[in-house]
């Protein structure tokens, strides 16, 4: 209704104002007056409303100008420049809607793609129904190019998803049978099933639609800034309008002023600016709920984050498996995945998984029991194996080597899963919540942008935090925080400065309220910290906060840029019209010039901008995609180098010839091929990127140092060909493998890190 009524205002006072035009060529003067007059009148009445509203709200706006200004241009005759002033109104309202329109487009565009039905199996048979129909266990079919209608899992066949409208990323990503697919998502395959796990109401995309609206109905501070400018202008404009008046004995001279005066820039050029950053956020995946929190995240100079789930993947990942003595690595991982398969826990997940990576054949178990809290027990090929909390052995010696377990565990902050074999250990699994690839990038980004000061706030163990927290180089560490010392905490640090916090749990919830501005992890995070939140980052990506703040800071720069250049530019022609050198209707043009100006510069926050993220080309994304995946592949085998090493070094056995061939195998046919072809083809891309080929040398350093390695590895093999592993071998050849383990490791980590975190995945 508001669009129609603009359109109208428009039509009306531009059509007297050109109607009046022509017939004043035409010589009909009179009349020409009359109707821009009519027109003045015409512009006087919404003006006047504006005015009156404002008033009910107990504040005065600067739409009182543009009233006296029109009463001024009536009172004194100046006809033409009070159809100019009413002209410069209506067109803009007219911008002010097409800017709020287009910058809310995207936020638009959500609540369009809303699933509104879903095809139900029924007898075997899917059936359209409505999507508050569905619930949590039925099968849906999803066709072709339609949306999720629910979150659910993958119930057989793999699907190929567009999660464009949730994360901002256009490329599809293949989802395997068991993983989960949120709604609002697009199938961008074949048809797949879809078992479904909530309904519609609790799924992922009402959630976002919801934030989204909470989005539109709030205002930002620097919007409200207007009002607070016109406490001032206001009366600066009425004094010099007067002065002008008194000095001069002109009244004309008093209503150019409060033409030129007539602060739209002000009214307008902020809002729009900010509904753009809106808009931009949202294209990234991210949900801010209003300018208010936009503004905020702007001004921010303290980040505060949790550790699980936001600085780390929250996700346990095997980090090593160590078989107790007469034991092999590989056979305790393949019995614990066997009796892990039937269980849902956490850690049995990243187990069977890892298993599935070394491409181990898990066999099918029997008489299985889960209890919970302790661990899962069954059977696997005629042994009793026990797989989760540790068991007293009866050995000694395997007493000695479990200690020295815990030991390690306790100094790696890792987590333990025994592996017991018909009653005696036979190994142990070694668990990490591993740090976020994106998450030191992305640090570096917020320090870029403006962040000061990076403290980690968490309930874990110290030892855990202060691990975490060297790595990524946070400023201070808090661990074992209570919720309650959370907010404290989060007070102090708002006290200070703007501060955000981060966080994707319950227990963060209150911390997340307390803040200038919450921030939830909210693809994986609770309801709670997504309805805390001021912002929800839609897909679990770190990065998308650096985005977020590179558009904040951009919006409130061209929001504060657009208001005060209109402003100077008005008071200079203020004083201009003061002085007599500026009639009402030139001012009216001179005006009406400036909010164009301005208005159209807010709207620059819709464009995209590089910020502080790495402008990464198609061709050098898909090498970086191609070599991730290639990394993904060969980090399980880098175990087998160290399990190699440890066997040698501890009491060699008649295997450890055909284990040493195993791992020069897996050097010489996959690992170096990979680092061969990064250095031929990432690497020269990655200098076109970053700058020059010198951010690639100490990449290339590690290569060459793995090349001398694996040449030497080579060298040792060579001679044990000949009657086996001599004991002067021994020590060189340990360090070796050694050596090359540690290498690996770091080289991995830093690829992963410099280079593959730039990639949008």
Partial sequence: MRRWGTIAFLAVTTCGLLAGGALHLAGAGTVADLLWAAVTGVALVPAAGWVISALRSGRLGVDAIAVLALAGALAVGEYLAGALIGVMLATGRALEDHALRRARRDLTALYEHAPRSARRYRDGTPALVRVEQVRPGDLLLVPHGETVPVDGVIAEEPALLDESAL??????????????????????????DLRATRTAAESTYAAVVRLARQAETDSAPVVRLADRFAAWFLPVTLLLAGAA????????????????????????????????????????????????????????????????GTLTAGRPRVVDVVAAPGARADDVLRWAAAVDQISSHVLAAAIVETARAHRAELPQPAEVLERPGIGTAGVVQGHRIEVGKATTSSSDSSSEWERAQRARAALDGAMTVWVTVDGETAGVILLRDAVRADAARTLRRLRTAGIERVIMLTGDRAEVAESVGTVLGVDQVLAEQSPEAK????????????????????????????????????????????????????????????????VARRSRRIAVQSAS?????????????????????????????????????????????????????????SLLRRFQMEHSSLRPPLELIRETADELAGNPTAQA??????????????????????????????????????????????????????????????????????????????????????????????EEEAYFSLASL
Wanted: with cysteine.
């Fill in 245 to 308: 008046w008194l000095l001069s004995g002109q009244p004309v001279r008093a209503v150019a002023v409060l033409v030129v005066a007539t602060p739209c820039p002000l009214l307008l050029a902020a809002p729009a600016a900010i509904a753009s950053g809106l808009s931009r956020t949202a294209r990234h995946g991210v949900v801010v709920k209003g300018g208010g929190a936009l503004e905020r995240l702007g001004q921010a100079r303290t980040l505060i984050m949790d550790k699980t």
């Fill in 167 to 192: 994360t901002g990323e256009s490329i599809p990503v293949k989802r395997a049978r068991g993983e989960s697919a949120r709604s609002g998502v697009v199938n961008a395959g074949s048809a797949f």
């Fill in 565 to 621: 250049a209109g402003m100077a530019l008005s008071l200079l022609a203020m004083i201009v019209a003061a002085a007599g050198a500026l009639p009402p209707a030139a001012g009216a043009l001179l005006q009406e010039a400036i909010d164009v100006t301005v208005i159209l510069n807010a709207l620059r926050a819709l464009r995209p901008a590089r910020g502080t993220r790495t402008v990464v080309d198609a061709t050098t994304e």
């Fill in 657 to 750: 010839l055909g284990r040493l061939r195993e791992v020069h195998a897996f050097l010489t046919e996959r690992l170096l091929p990979h680092e061969r072809a990064e250095e031929q083809r990432l690497y020269p891309a990655m200098g076109r990127v970053l700058g020059g080929p010198e951010v690639t040398m100490t990449m290339s350093r590690a290569h060459a140092e793995i090349e001398r390695l694996v040449r030497r590895l080579g060298r040792h093999l060579a001679l044990a060909e000949d009657g086996g592993v001599h004991p002067e071998q021994l020590d060189d050849l340990c360090a070796c493998l050694y050596g090359l383990h540690a290498v690996l490791l770091l080289h991995f980590d830093q």
């Fill in 487 to 550: 907010v404290r905490v989060v007070r102090q640090e708002t006290a200070r400065a703007v501060s955000v916090m981060v966080g994707d749990g319950i227990n963060d919830a209150p911390a997340l309220a307390a803040a200038d501005v919450g921030v939830a992890m909210g693809a994986h995070g609770s309801a709670a910290s997504t309805q805390a939140a001021d912002v929800v980052l839609t897909t679990d990506r770190l990065d998308r906060l650096a985005d977020a703040m590179d």
